[in-house]
């Protein structure tokens, strides 16, 4: 009888964890936890489109595969991406610490630490990408674990293929085990062919015209500089951030992991092959967080929260018992406040931001123009209500620190240059829309003049509004301001090449 | 409380420090976790986090290959170890240049 319940032990965990995770999901469109992305995700419930940097194959099919199923697009998504995912790897957390530790109640402890485990909580609740990816990558550790070498390639592939963070882990892994280099070399087809060869998968839906040119342009080397090329924004946080990125990174990683750190500090206290590469694996994840412009790449360590579990339960082999009763009282109690305090669908219904945002756009005029960046929270959101059938028409915005059109992404004063990607965006809109025009001054200029309603489609700033007359009606609008002209700022002007 | 009182008591003790930084940070994370508007802390400085983190790496790796080698192929190493860093300051420098 015992036996049978210890078997059933991983379902139950997958049930119990599950229906957590479903409880506290956000059962309406949702940007909470910088989830901005969402939108670009939700398009691919309609739409072949190619998302965000650097294309996240995998999870394009994996979308395409679950729009074919009836229901909400959010709550599938949600339950497909985040929900599922992280309830099997709760369930997979305690199967890989059970077998390294011999112990049914330190796989109990460590799937209990992960479900208490804030960050990921999170992710697990929400419209994002960052669990599925870590399914996979726990998948990886398993198999290492179980010296399965081409099912480690094959998950690290897979990894790969939905973000490309996995290639410099897959990096890392083989790095922490150089010894064995030839018999890596043996199995890395099989990594090409899961992790690299389904991001051509991105290369075709570039290349194919009838696909919308809102994130991505075509298929060339310069449009494809434009777009994988846009990552500044890691590793380049000033030194002076330095302290206030350690003053929001402690009490995150305080109240994700909680009392869990005395035996994950113990566990990885000695180092062994698997030791190398889960303290690679996390010092990569929490390095690229460190220096990071965005605060919100906290998120990220939802990928590492599994393995850090497992370790926990190493690390209370090494104690006396009364230490793993302490650890599983913390991580319930951070399971029951998270529960009450996190509770991602309330704190969503209670600030509906992305869902008011939709809804504006669904009342504005048939064949609006809306200018809007070709990414970010508004920009994605309004690329779902296009793909939903809403009669918008998007008039790009250069970004300010790229310039108004045709320009390269490094451009400084004098400079000028030439931005393909946008060139093919200008293309798309003319195919699909008509609207003419050699960069967003023209396209916007155009749309004004053929009696477009134009609107600028995110709150309005300082920088934009030198450029954009609004009507005085919509100042104080939050978003969706309605353009009566638009002015040539002479600071942004130098930076488009004139031809 | 004696010094080996502590020592004995240290988990105790942790354990009970770790409880009250996690009642005390639990508020301020969760304001950190919970926006809806992504952003960027910009601030124009050459001197990057990383500057410092491949600093210290580059002394660390450096005096670790170094060790039993003579005074001449040490330079060397550390010559070579330098051209390195140049280089990849040059690259994160390129990148940097679009907040500029």
Request: glycine share 8%; hydrophobic share 50%.
């Given at each position: 009888?015992?036996?049978?319940?210890e078997?059933?032990?991983?379902?139950?965990?997958?049930?119990?964890?599950?229906?957590?995770?479903?409880?506290?999901?956000?059962?309406?469109?949702?940007?909470?936890?910088?989830?901005?992305?969402?939108?670009?995700?939700?398009?691919?419930?309609?739409?072949?489109?190619?998302?965000?940097?650097?294309?996240?194959?995998?999870?394009?099919?994996?979308?395409?595969?679950?729009?074919?199923?009836?229901?909400?697009?959010?709550?599938?998504?949600?339950?497909?991406?985040?929900?599922?995912?992280?309830?099997?790897?709760?369930?997979?957390?305690?199967?890989?610490?059970?077998?390294?530790?011999?112990?049914?109640?330190?796989?109990?402890?460590?799937?209990?630490?992960?479900?208490?485990?804030?960050?990921?909580?999170?992710?697990?609740?929400?419209?994002?990408?960052?669990?599925?990816?870590?399914?996979f990558?726990?998948?990886?550790?398993?198999?290492?674990?179980?010296?399965?070498?081409?099912?480690?390639?094959?998950?690290?592939?897979?990894?790969?293929?939905?973000?490309?963070?996995?290639l410099?882990?897959?990096?890392?892994?083989?790095?922490?085990?150089y010894?064995?280099?030839?018999?890596?070399?043996?199995?890395?087809?099989?990594?090409?062919?899961?992790?690299?060869?389904?991001?051509?998968?991105?290369?075709?839906?570039?290349?194919?015209?009838?696909?919308?040119?809102?994130v991505?342009g075509?298929?060339?080397?310069?449009?494809?500089?434009?777009?994988?090329?846009?990552t500044?924004?890691?590793?380049?946080?000033?030194?002076?951030?330095?302290?206030?990125?350690?003053?929001?990174?402690?009490?995150?990683?305080?109240?994700?992991?909680?009392?869990?750190?005395?035996?994950?500090?113990?566990?990885?206290?000695?180092?062994?092959?698997?030791?190398?590469?889960?303290?690679?694996?996390?010092?990569?994840?929490?390095?690229?967080y460190?220096?990071?412009?965005?605060?919100?790449?906290?998120?990220?360590?939802?990928?590492?929260?599994?393995?850090?579990a497992?370790?926990?339960?190493?690390?209370l082999?090494?104690?006396?018992?009364?230490?793993?009763?302490?650890?599983?009282?913390?991580?319930?109690?951070?399971?029951?406040?998270?529960?009450?305090?996190?509770?991602?669908?309330?704190?969503?219904?209670?600030?509906?931001?992305?869902?008011?945002?939709?809804?504006?756009?669904?009342?504005?005029?048939?064949?609006?123009?809306?200018?809007?960046?070709?990414?970010?929270?508004?920009?994605?959101?309004?690329?779902?209500?296009?793909?939903?059938?809403?009669?918008?028409?998007?008039?790009?915005?250069?970004?300010?620190?790229?310039?108004m059109?045709?320009?390269?992404?490094?451009?400084?004063?004098?400079?000028?240059?030439?931005?393909?990607?946008?060139?093919?965006?200008?293309?798309?809109v003319?195919?699909e829309?008509g609207?003419?025009?050699?960069?967003?001054?023209?396209?916007?200029?155009?749309?004004?003049?053929?009696?477009?309603?134009?609107?600028?489609?995110?709150?309005?700033?300082e920088?934009?509004?030198?450029?954009?007359?609004?009507?005085?009606?919509d100042?104080?609008?939050?978003?969706?301001?309605?353009?009566?002209?638009?002015?040539?700022n002479?600071?942004?002007?130098?930076?488009?090449?004139?031809? | 409380?004696?010094?080996?009182?502590?020592?004995q008591?240290k988990?105790?003790?942790?354990?009970?420090?770790?409880?009250?930084?996690?009642?005390?940070?639990?508020?301020?994370?969760?304001?950190?976790?919970?926006?809806?508007?992504?952003?960027?802390?910009?601030?124009?400085?050459?001197?990057?986090?990383?500057?410092?983190?491949?600093?210290?790496?580059?002394?660390?790796?450096?005096?670790?290959?170094?060790?039993?080698?003579?005074?001449?192929?040490?330079?060397?190493?550390?010559?070579?170890?330098?051209l390195?860093?140049?280089?990849?300051?040059?690259?994160?420098?390129?990148?940097?240049?679009?907040?500029?």
């Open positions: 009888m015992k036996e049978k319940t078997k059933l032990l991983p379902l139950i965990i997958f049930a119990i964890s599950g229906g957590y995770y479903w409880a506290l999901s956000s059962k309406i469109f949702t940007w909470l936890y910088t989830s901005g992305d969402a939108g670009d995700w939700l398009v691919l419930s309609n739409w072949w489109h190619v998302p965000h940097q650097w294309g996240k194959p995998l999870i394009v099919l994996y979308i395409r595969f679950i729009s074919l199923f009836p229901g909400d697009d959010v709550i599938k998504l949600t339950v497909a991406l985040a929900v599922i995912p992280g309830a099997i790897i709760t369930a997979l957390v305690f199967v890989i610490a059970k077998r390294v530790t011999g112990k049914t109640t330190l796989g109990l402890v460590a799937s209990a630490v992960l479900l208490g485990a804030t960050i990921f909580t999170t992710q697990a609740t929400v419209l994002e990408q960052y669990i599925f990816t870590a399914m990558l726990t998948f990886a550790f398993y198999f290492q674990i179980r010296g399965q070498r081409k099912m480690t390639m094959l998950f690290l592939g897979l990894t790969t293929a939905t973000h490309i963070v996995g410099p882990i897959t990096f890392l892994w083989i790095v922490c085990t010894k064995e280099w030839r018999e890596w070399a043996k199995v890395i087809p099989i990594y090409i062919v899961s992790g690299i060869l389904p991001y051509s998968l991105i290369l075709g839906m570039m290349a194919n015209p009838d696909i919308p040119k809102l991505s075509g298929l060339s080397w310069q449009s494809l500089n434009g777009y994988l090329g846009n500044a924004s890691g590793v380049n946080l000033a030194l002076v951030e330095a302290p206030r990125r350690l003053s929001q990174l402690i009490p995150i990683y305080l109240i994700t992991l909680g009392l869990a750190l005395v035996p994950l500090f113990k566990g990885l206290s000695k180092l062994d092959k698997l030791g190398r590469i889960s303290i690679a694996v996390m010092a990569f994840i929490v390095w690229f460190m220096t990071n412009l965005f605060p919100s790449v906290w998120k990220w360590s939802s990928l590492w929260l599994p393995i850090a497992v370790w926990v339960a190493i690390g082999t090494k104690l006396p018992n009364w230490h793993t009763i302490v650890i599983g009282i913390g991580a319930i109690a951070l399971i029951i406040t998270n529960g009450f305090v996190m509770n991602t669908d309330k704190l969503a219904h209670e600030d509906p931001q992305a869902t008011e945002y939709l809804s504006a756009l669904y009342e504005l005029p048939e064949n609006s123009c809306v200018v809007i960046p070709r990414g970010g929270q508004y920009g994605f959101t309004l690329f779902y209500a296009m793909s939903e059938g809403q009669s918008i028409i998007p008039l790009a915005q250069g970004n300010p620190f790229t310039g059109g045709k320009s390269t992404l490094t451009l400084k004063d004098d400079e000028t240059g030439y931005d393909q990607s946008y060139a093919d965006y200008l293309a798309w003319n195919r829309y609207i003419e025009g050699e960069d967003m001054y023209e396209i916007v200029q155009y749309a004004l003049d053929n009696g477009y309603n134009v609107y600028y489609g995110q709150p309005m700033t920088l934009w509004e030198t450029v954009f007359k609004v009507a005085p009606e100042k104080d609008k939050p978003y969706l301001l309605k353009v009566e002209s638009i002015n040539h002479p600071d942004f002007s130098k930076w488009i090449k004139t031809e | 409380m004696n010094i080996e009182t502590i020592k008591k988990y105790p003790i942790i354990y009970i420090l770790l409880a009250i930084g996690i009642t005390v940070s639990y508020l301020p994370a969760r304001e950190a976790m919970i926006p809806q508007t992504a952003w960027l802390w910009v601030v124009k400085s050459p001197i990057t986090l990383n500057f410092v983190v491949l600093f210290f790496l580059y002394g660390v790796a450096c005096d670790k290959m170094t060790k039993g080698m003579t005074k001449k192929k040490s330079w060397l190493v550390w010559g070579v170890g330098l390195i860093l140049i280089l990849l300051f040059s690259v994160v420098g390129g990148m940097s240049t679009i907040f500029d």
